[in-house]
């Protein structure tokens, strides 16, 4: 496998990653698979893109706007949905999960609606610039991705650590009972949690669709891999869904490069059911504090 | 007074039962005859026909029981396929693929069920989701049986009895079909096994105690519901004479799953309602333009959120509380 | 008197905790089995693993001399039923839909019974044959209106319906588990009047309550239970006046004392 092979992994590891962390957050604060956050990192990147094709932004501005579109969708999305219908129903899953399915749906649609149909071309945030390693040479835009991603990470792994909802919110992902006995602002921590990883995926959406370019359909996938980088992760630490999104593109990358192209979506089943059915919670698992 | 006679006519019928079948094969006929010849309306009925047989799939497993699977679009694409296969690679009549197709699928879906039986909700909906996408990838990749990217086309019509039935007379059967499958479902949601399915869903201990194994009543249902997806997907290749991979994408099977939400759960014909609805929101409405499937989604959204028993639920409320009304007021009078 | 049901040291543990220890019973035809015990002791558990519901980790069972084992379902179908602590309806189902469960369950056995279950509920759908069986049932317990939806049931009514579903298997091993808690006085009398049927026929009963006043009029024999074990097994009017039971429900033991 060559080396530039790896960069690609790298790069494609790190969205996953984002989208993962993502997930990681509404799951701790909310206990529940948002799995509109691929269409939201969609939205943010397409936004971003067709403020600047279309009406001529510049890139700072388009890319801030996108982010935070992404954000405002994902608090929308629970003040608006996921609050009401878990009110009604007692909190089921399958009822949340139809929910979500039908904002992924309906955000996809609205990006169609309102951008067009076609595939976004990306736009790399550092054009003209790379770095020649020797071996391997690693363009800009992998560059920003990389460097956003220990940002985003870091950031979230010490707002969890420092911050006073960020330890709520570990509170909360670890005994939600207890938090809400304890008096903690359980609802106001998830809504935190929504608008946080609307913020991340925001930010993986702009920079990966900057590489890969977007179109309206992009999120359906983005959910998915998302998930499962997350799955296989877990969510023992923060950083268990970097390594999880890291180890996918690994196998996304490896398998179609040694077995063929189609044998990538029979792998991601295997690995799925593999996961689902040995170790439904990740490789790195929290310790449980009784 | 005028309600009268409208009253009397209804009384006739002898029961509701018997009115939601005539009801709904008038409204089946109709549906032929506004499709008539016209070549465009003939397409939009065939869709409205194969999303209804998806919508009826997904209804007994899902909304009665609860039981997820997310790989209908397979199911609707191994009908197609087995048209294909049989109408280019044997000389048997097209029905026997019609039943190959529904057999494979119910199998598929029996064995899937089996190895996901242990999940539930969203690693349920992401396993089922991915064999989607690895059925997807399967059609592309086996192309000395599927035709690869390009699918298999010059399908041969059906025929009955040495006569080739055309298109209008085909489309005419196949909601006919619709229509005969639909009363069945809600047939099957009255019935003593629906009384099963139902509570399955929300209280399967009482089931299991009662003294039905509630796995092997949801793979029966999961294998039922697959096969008649399969149909749709057969009847669909059948008038078409050509399928391929992009013919039933996996986006299809989000549009399973909200047509019995937006139609209404509480009955099979709420299925049938949205499959209408689709097909009119996304294809027919030409002032929307490409807004149609948005006005779908929103309109999904606002079942979600303020008519959980869907269009038909609502229109039961209002005929309920429209009676009701009509009581008080007779009541006041004397 | 024919024993219907043999349990042989059942015992159950929850990481480590010994919910239930070694407990062994006998119930015969047409006999009540009051069980007994303050909250913990292990009453649900012993239904559970009777039923089926939980698996138990240690010990044996047969009904009728042939082995019980297997899902609820299974043992359903050799005669056993059951109710639960709390009731488990179908809420948005019809107080005749969810009895109907109960009488039509048998006929829908097994992957072809669910088949032809299926396939009938296709053509005829009535479940009309169930009728004498359901009236019989709905009577006996004076349900009332059976087309009223379940979750607009008061709880008591609930306990009836839950009872007539139990009762609609047709069973020969019946458990109750606290049949009578949340019921007013008409649901209790129709109850303990429906039990009293059911045993004249030769059904055998489990009934586990807190209530020990309906327990002792209503039983042939009482198993008081505690911290998963069996304290005493015998005659009620003995139970009630035993050591075991004052040490049990008024010692010193720190438990809470049960009305």
Not at chain 3, 78 to 107: I, W
């Amino acid at each position: 496998m060559s080396a530039q092979l790896w960069v690609s992994v790298v790069q494609i590891g790190c969205f996953f990653g984002l989208v993962a962390l993502g997930y990681y957050l509404v799951l701790e604060g909310a206990d529940f698979f948002n799995f509109a956050l691929g269409p939201f990192a969609m939205f943010s990147g397409l936004t971003a893109s067709w403020l600047m094709a279309k009406q001529g932004w510049p890139l700072g501005l388009a890319a801030v706007l996108g982010i935070a579109i992404a954000a405002v969708l994902a608090v929308v999305t629970e003040v608006a949905l996921v609050r009401p219908i878990d009110a009604r129903t007692g909190g089921g899953e399958l009822p949340s999960l139809i929910a979500v399915v039908a904002v992924l749906f309906a955000v996809e649609q609205l990006a169609g609606t309102l951008f067009g149909r076609q595939l976004m071309p990306g736009r790399s945030w550092l054009p003209g610039t790379s770095l020649d390693l020797g071996f391997v040479t690693v363009d800009g835009q992998t560059i920003v991705l990389v460097a956003a991603t220990i940002v985003s990470f870091t950031g979230v792994w010490l707002w969890m650590r420092k911050s006073k909802y960020g330890r709520i919110l570990r509170a909360v992902g670890s005994n939600r009972e207890a938090a809400r006995t304890l008096g903690m602002p359980v609802g106001r921590v998830r809504l935190v949690a929504f608008a946080l990883a609307g913020l991340v995926v925001g930010l993986a959406g702009q920079l990966f669709s900057a590489k890969a370019g977007v179109s309206f359909q992009s999120g359906f996938g983005w959910a998915l891999s998302g998930f499962l980088a997350l799955v296989i992760g877990g969510t023992g630490s923060v950083w268990a869904p970097l390594a999880g999104g890291l180890l996918l593109a690994l196998a996304q990358t490896l398998v179609p490069y040694y077995l063929g192209s189609a044998s990538l979506d029979y792998a991601v089943l295997a690995v799925a059911i593999l996961f689902f059915a040995l170790r439904p919670s990740g490789l790195f698992v929290r310790r449980v504090r009784v | 007074m005028s309600a009268l006679p409208l009253q009397k006519a209804v009384g006739s019928v002898r029961s509701a039962e018997s009115a939601r079948i005539l009801g709904t094969l008038v409204l089946t006929v109709a549906v032929i005859g506004w499709a008539g010849a016209d070549l465009f309306r003939q397409d939009l009925a065939l869709l409205g026909a194969t999303y209804a047989l998806l919508a009826l799939g997904m209804y007994m497993p899902f909304n009665l029981a609860g039981a997820l699977s997310l790989a209908y679009s397979a199911y609707v694409a191994i009908g197609g396929y087995s048209v294909g296969l049989v109408a280019t690679k044997t000389g048997w009549p097209l029905p026997v693929a019609y039943l190959l197709g529904a057999l494979a699928s119910a199998a598929l879906a029996v064995v899937l069920g089996f190895a996901t039986r242990r999940l539930s909700g969203f690693y349920l909906a992401a396993v089922t989701l991915l064999f989607g996408m690895a059925f997807q990838s399967f059609l592309l990749d086996a192309k000395d049986v599927t035709g690869g990217a390009v699918g298999i086309g010059s399908i041969r019509p059906l025929t009955f009895f040495g006569s080739e039935l055309d298109r209008q007379t085909f489309i005419a059967l196949t909601l006919l079909i619709v229509w005969i499958v639909g009363v069945a479902v809600d047939r099957v949601r009255r019935s003593p096994f629906g009384v099963a399915l139902q509570s399955s869903r929300d209280v399967p201990a009482a089931v299991e105690a009662a003294g039905v194994g509630v796995p092997a009543l949801r793979l029966t249902v999961l294998g039922a519901g697959a096969a008649i997806a399969s149909l749709g997907g057969g009847l669909f290749t059948t008038a078409n004479q050509t399928i391929g991979p992009d013919t039933f994408t996996l986006h299809l099977v989000m549009l399973a799953i909200f047509m019995p939400l937006l139609g209404g759960q509480g009955s099979a014909w709420g299925a049938v309602l949205g499959a209408v609805l689709v097909v009119e929101l996304t294809f027919n409405l030409q002032i929307f333009e490409r807004s149609g499937s948005l006005i779908f989604g929103v309109a999904v959204l606002a079942v979600l959120l303020i008519a959980p028993g869907g269009i038909i639920g609502y229109a039961g409320q209002g005929a309920r509380w429209l009676r009701g009304a009509a009581t008080r007021t007779r009541g006041a009078r004397r | 008197m024919t024993v219907l049901l043999e349990g042989e040291g059942l015992g159950k543990s929850y990481g480590g905790v010994r919910a239930l220890d070694g407990v062994s019973l006998r119930l015969s035809a047409g006999e009540v089995l009051g069980l007994i015990g303050p909250n913990g002791a292990g009453k649900t558990t012993l239904v559970d693993l009777l039923d089926g519901a939980q698996p138990a980790d240690r010990g044996s069972l047969s009904i009728r001399g042939r082995k019980l084992t297997g899902p609820p379902s299974r043992r359903a179908r050799a005669g056993l039923a059951r109710t639960f602590q709390h009731p488990h309806l179908a809420l948005d189902l019809t107080v005749r839909e969810n009895v109907l469960l109960g009488a039509a369950a048998p006929k829908l056995a097994g992957i072809g019974g669910l088949v032809a279950g299926l396939v009938a509920g296709a053509f005829r759908p009535s479940g009309a044959r169930f009728d004498a069986t359901l009236h019989r049932v709905a009577d006996a317990l004076e349900l009332g209106d059976l087309r009223r939806r379940c979750g607009d049931l008061t709880l008591g009514e609930q306990r009836l319906v839950e009872v007539a579903r139990a009762l609609a298997q047709e069973p020969s091993v019946l458990l109750l588990d606290e049949p009578f808690a949340g019921a007013d006085s008409g649901g209790i009398a129709a109850i303990s009047a429906a039990i009293r049927a059911v045993r004249a026929q030769g059904c055998g009963i489990i009934l586990v309550d807190h209530n020990v006043d309906i327990v002792a009029s209503l039983v042939d024999r009482i198993m008081l239970l505690r911290s998963g074990t069996v304290v005493f097994d015998g005659d009620p009017a003995e139970c009630l006046a035993s050591p075991e039971m004052q040490d049990v429900y008024f010692g010193t033991g720190g438990e809470n004392v049960v009305a």
